[in-house]
């Protein structure tokens, strides 16, 4: 054994787990203060732009009616900051809201002469306040409310017409009072933007807040809890404005206005309305916010800390799990073990699921994580984790092992003892290694992990870092490399209206549907150099008849290149041998996995490349899937193709059909290869596609080549 390694193995024990930055350094850090800070920007981008990482669109029907369905982003803009977040949803909307309602003033002013110029200039107002916000710059912001709000009061003041003749200018059917009401509407809606204002300025303080807290738990001054709640107080309060102000304009008749203005008069209730109706949904939130933070009684979460190298439908093995508790805030405990410990005293046996029986007899909460459907996968770990003797928990979330590489990104170098500094590049190879080879003995075969958790803690936790974590987070939360689940419905409504749910998307009777699951049963963690490509090609006939082809292929990249390079890393670190059964383990031993291809419930098998392949049915989703196995060894390819008659058709009589493909992406993948492929009868023409990507080959052929980073969706509309 090196010098450095005994050097490591000499480093004191570390039992009592804090955040204080001293010589008792907690675990995990990113555990805490990634995952609240996390909570609250996506709470707060919830407010007021609802930019989960699902986007509301338009559907392409044509049948005149509105029909929407959620489709995943594909570019990622991250927030730099909480005050970011609510200034995309909030004040960004606020602005296009009141350039709207200028327009209906100005022609209004036109009508009514004595309209005071005083009323544009307090929509102008309006729209620097919302700038201001925009910038951050509350006390601008602030300032322009303010006078736009006595502007609005002197319009009223110069309109003593509308208030001295009842009988004409109050009536319902008449422009006096169209014009009356969305002034009154305007004066609550300046109201609620400064009461958001207040609110702004509380929750830019949580996140410090959290690491003061949290590294100082003595320090003074109010709660994390409590001043987010003063901040959730002046959210109401602007809810309760914009209520008022909702229910002000919906007494226009804009049927009664000129042609050019009702339209315009129309849009601005029609949003006004939508924005009302957003916020008071959101505000049924707030509660289970404060749960999570343990504001009345302290929340204990579950986190499993999976290894996407050695992919799980729900992200990776669990190798490792921690338990947290909060209590208003701040970290009480943060304590990690090795899975090995629990499922290694527990004696009693439990028959595992069918397809798994090729791996294990004996199913053990290590092997929880079976199902891509988060909330069925965290349910189950939770049973395991209290079956096996563990403690209950209130919140489950999976976190995958390659978020330490985006976190690593931001700290730079990590110093780990005396075993020298692990960055975003080493990390995965030197942890890997001393944990498999099992450098300290078998008996502590994580050491490493309790000398690199707190010295990663501590360059996390800084003040400077919370943005740029903040960002990281939420580009995570989009490809599924966090997830969240609580069995308390109103805790696990938020995480459902923040898309942190990992929840299978329930496709309708008329979608098409595809999610390819790879479940690593060879015990390597090889999936590290898996590139996989998926083609989904969907053949429609003239009378409507669907039938899907799917192709898979998986390349196993494993090469000298990359063993040679690993040599040079490990020898630099004073680790010289370089036993094969561990390179193996690593990535380059036989890559073993069994793929289960989701498609909707009713479809029918028609014929495989794979004798092998049997179609399933998951009662936990309520859909089919396609079950078979794949092997591969360094620089070969697995192939396999499968054609399935879909359990709905089109009906080519209508004027236009549309036909809608959601996929869903693997939780913990690195991103598949995924073409989308549409071919039809040359009686059928093809009207419009979506998205954009997406191109026409011929007249009988569409395609969209894209990855699964994120979901996808694709559409098209077409006619006989």
Same mark, same amino acid.
């Given at each position: ?29 990113? %555990? ?6 996390? &909570? ?9 732009? =609802? ?7 338009? /559907? ?34 606020? &602005? ?6 200028? @327009?209906?003033? *100005? ?12 009323? *544009?200039?307090?929509?102008? +107002? ?23 709000? #006595? ?64 590294? @100082? ?6 709660? %994390? ?101 909060? /209590? ?19 004696? /009693? ?77 080493? *990390?995965?190879?030197?942890?890997? *290694? ?40 939420? =580009? ?5 490399? &966090? ?14 209206? +923040? ?46 008849? %669907? ?70 049915? /998951?009662?936990?989703? #309520? ?16 192939? %396999? ?43 059928? =023409? ?35």
């Amino acid at each position: 054994m090196s010098k450095k390694l005994q050097d490591i193995k000499q480093e004191n024990q570390i039992n009592d787990i804090n955040l204080k930055g001293d010589k008792k350094h907690s675990n995990l850090a990113i %555990l805490g203060a990634g995952k609240d800070a996390d &909570i609250l920007n996506k709470k707060q981008h919830k407010f007021y732009k =609802k930019h989960t990482p699902i986007n509301e669109v338009k /559907d392409l029907k044509t049948d005149g009616k509105k029909h929407f369905i959620y489709v995943r982003g594909e570019k990622f803009n991250p927030p730099k900051s909480l005050g970011n977040l609510l200034k995309i949803g909030f004040f960004g909307f606020l &602005i296009i809201l009141f350039i709207n309602t200028i @327009n209906v003033y *100005y022609t209004t002013k036109k009508l009514e002469k004595n309209i005071s110029n005083e009323a *544009y200039q307090g929509y102008s +107002l309006l729209i620097d306040a919302g700038k201001s916000a925009s910038k951050v710059q509350f006390a601008n912001a602030s300032e322009s409310f303010q006078k736009a709000i #006595k502007n609005f009061d002197d319009v009223k003041k110069e309109l003593w017409f509308l208030s001295s003749d009842k009988s004409y200018y109050s009536s319902q059917n008449n422009i006096g009072s169209s014009v009356k009401s969305l002034i009154v509407g305007g004066e609550h809606f300046t109201a609620a933007g400064q009461h958001f204002l207040d609110a702004l300025e509380e929750f830019n303080k949580v996140p410090l807040y959290f690491v003061a807290k949290n590294n @100082n738990p003595d320090s003074s001054g109010p709660s %994390l809890t409590d001043t987010l709640k003063d901040g959730l107080k002046n959210t109401d309060l602007a809810i309760k404005e914009i209520n008022i102000a909702s229910n002000e304009l919906a007494t226009v008749n804009e049927n009664n206005l000129p042609g050019e203005i009702a339209p315009r008069v129309a849009a601005v209730k029609n949003q006004v309305k939508m924005v009302s109706e957003t916020l008071n949904s959101t505000a049924s939130y707030f509660p289970a916010l404060l749960k999570l933070l343990g504001d009345e009684y302290p929340h204990r979460y579950l986190v499993l800390l999976q290894n996407n190298n050695e992919i799980r439908p729900s992200g990776g093995f669990i190798g490792s799990y921690a338990i947290i508790d909060i /209590d208003k805030g701040i970290i009480k405990k943060l304590d990690v073990q090795d899975v090995y410990d629990i499922d290694g005293s527990f004696k /009693d046996i439990i028959e595992p699921p069918d397809y798994m029986k090729q791996f294990t007899s004996n199913w053990r909460f290590r092997d929880s994580n079976y199902s891509a459907d988060f909330p069925t996968t965290a349910a189950k770990a939770k049973w395991f984790l209290n079956k096996e003797g563990g403690p209950m928990v209130d919140t489950v979330i999976a976190i995958n092992q390659g978020l330490l590489q985006d976190m690593l990104d931001i700290t730079g170098p990590v110093q780990v003892g005396n075993f020298g500094k692990l960055n975003s590049e080493n *990390y995965n190879l030197l942890l890997s *290694y001393v944990i498999e080879g099992k450098i300290w003995g078998p008996e502590n075969p994580k050491h490493i992990l309790k000398v690199f958790i707190p010295a990663f803690q501590k360059a996390i936790m800084k003040e400077e870092n919370l943005s740029k974590v903040g960002s990281k987070l939420y =580009k995570a939360i989009q490809q599924k490399h &966090i997830m969240m689940y609580s069995s308390d419905a109103e805790v696990e409504g938020l995480f459902d209206s +923040l898309g942190v749910s990992g929840r299978m998307y329930q496709n309708k009777p008329d979608e098409d549907y595809l999610s390819v699951i790879n479940f690593s049963a060879g015990g390597t963690k090889s999936d590290l150099f898996i590139e996989e490509s998926v083609t989904h090609d969907t053949y429609i006939d003239k009378n409507g008849n %669907l039938t899907d082809e799917v192709t898979i292929k998986r390349h196993h990249q494993w090469s000298d290149a990359i063993y040679f390079r690993w040599k040079k890393i490990l020898q630099s670190y004073g680790l010289s041998e370089m036993p094969n059964e561990i390179i193996d383990i690593l990535g380059r031993g036989r890559n073993k996995s069994l793929i289960k291809v989701y498609v909707p419930e009713g479809s029918i098998l028609l014929n495989s490349t794979d004798p092998n392949l049997t179609l399933e049915y /998951d009662k936990d989703v #309520k859909k089919n899937y396609f079950l078979t196995s794949m092997e591969m060894t360094a620089g070969k390819t697995g192939y %396999l193709r499968f054609r399935y008659r879909l359990p709905f058709l089109l009906d080519m009589n209508d004027s236009a059909v549309n036909y809608k493909l959601i996929v869903d992406k693997q939780p913990g993948s690195r991103g598949s290869i995924f073409t989308k492929t549409t071919h039809t009868d040359p009686e059928i =023409k093809n009207i419009s596609i979506y998205p954009k990507e997406a191109r026409k080959i011929s007249d009988t052929e569409i395609s969209y080549p894209t990855n699964l980073v994120y979901d996808r969706y694709f559409s098209g509309i077409w006619k006989k």
